[in-house]
């Protein structure tokens, strides 16, 4: 929709809100975004399908919210417009994402213990609350299996043999590993990497955690696959040792034997199909690297 639509929305069904500024973004794929007086968010989806998925997440966050995590999470609040859904709003989270270097590396040690109460508190809301909702299992062994292929067929052409060994190897220790088999599903966030986790750079905190959209419900370990791979295993045992389950060694495996290597796949395959540029050696030192730091351990 154009911009004065979204706001006519707005207007129609919270006229009491005093309009001084507006920002947007309506480029994305799923949602248009309008932020008003740079506190007040409303997120509209682009279509049925998409909507249906936010009014999923709505009744995920309140479960959430009823567990009063540490950190910020959006508080939905559903906009009907003539009976219609049309969308969310919530307060704005104050913070920015962790995507710049300089700013992951002022991480303090209290943030392994926000983010730790976070994923308890998620992955312990009782999924019955949820039988009304259309969220499901994604990473199905298809779903892995599609994956492989399309590293084979996409990205190897890039990659020297020592490269390609090792991500076979990656991937045939994952399809053949019991572990990945026996773990009790859980709700997990499914999209949990720095882009999503905001922090407050002057305090040198996480300030919130956004975009549920990915939810699921999978293996808890899959939670830790980003935190792994941007922060390594030091920040990812921290926040281990703040997560209150009894399998802590467990998913620790399952992070460093799998999940907290195959994010590189997702980013790589994002950019070979949007023709951006790569930088092949960085990327692939990094995930030799934990390659290396998995062999070691098992």
């Known amino acids: ?19 001084n500024e507006v920002q947007t973004n309506i480029n994305g794929w799923d949602n ?17 399908g998409i909507a249906a998925k936010v009014k999923d997440e709505v009744a995920l966050m309140n479960q959430l919210q009823l567990k009063n ?8 609040e559903c906009v ?14 104050d913070g920015e994402s962790l995507s710049d270097l300089e700013v992951i590396n002022t991480l303090k040690p209290q943030n392994a213990e926000i983010i ?15 039988k009304d909702t259309k969220i499901i299992s994604i990473h199905t062994k298809e779903y892995w299996e599609d994956l492989y292929n399309s590293v084979e067929t996409l990205v190897y052409p890039y990659l020297k043999q020592p490269q390609k060994t090792e991500i076979n190897n990656l991937f045939k220790n994952f399809f053949s590993n019991s572990i ?37 419900i999978g293996d808890p370990a899959f939670d830790f696959a980003g935190l792994y791979w941007s922060f390594g295993p030091d920040f990812t045992n921290k926040v281990l040792s703040f997560y209150q389950v009894k399998d802590k060694e467990s998913i620790l495996n399952r992070v460093q034997s799998f999940y907290g290597l195959q994010t590189i796949f997702h980013n790589l395959l994002y950019a070979i199909k949007e023709n951006q540029y790569v930088d092949w050696e960085t990327a692939l030192d990094r995930f030799s690297s934990l ?8």
């Open 69 to 76: 995590p540490l950190v910020q999470i959006p508080k939905y």
């Open 80 to 93: 009907y417009l003539d009976g219609v859904f049309r969308g969310v709003r919530y307060e704005y989270l």
């Open 116 to 130: 730790g109460d976070f994923l308890t508190k998620l992955h312990s809301i009782d999924l019955t609350k949820l």
């Open 32 to 48: 248009d975004i309008l932020l008003l007086n740079n506190n007040i968010v409303f997120r509209f989806p682009k279509s049925k």
């Open 180 to 216: 990945f088999l026996t773990p009790k599903k859980v709700l997990i966030h499914g999209d949990l990497t720095i882009a999503n986790i905001l922090f407050q750079k002057d305090k040198g905190l996480v300030s919130g955690i956004i975009d549920f959209t990915d939810a699921q």
């Open 1 to 19: 929709m154009k911009v004065n639509q979204l706001i006519d929305i707005v207007k129609r069904t919270h006229p009491y809100i005093q309009i």
């Open 291 to 298: 390659y290396s730091i998995r062999n070691k351990r098992f």
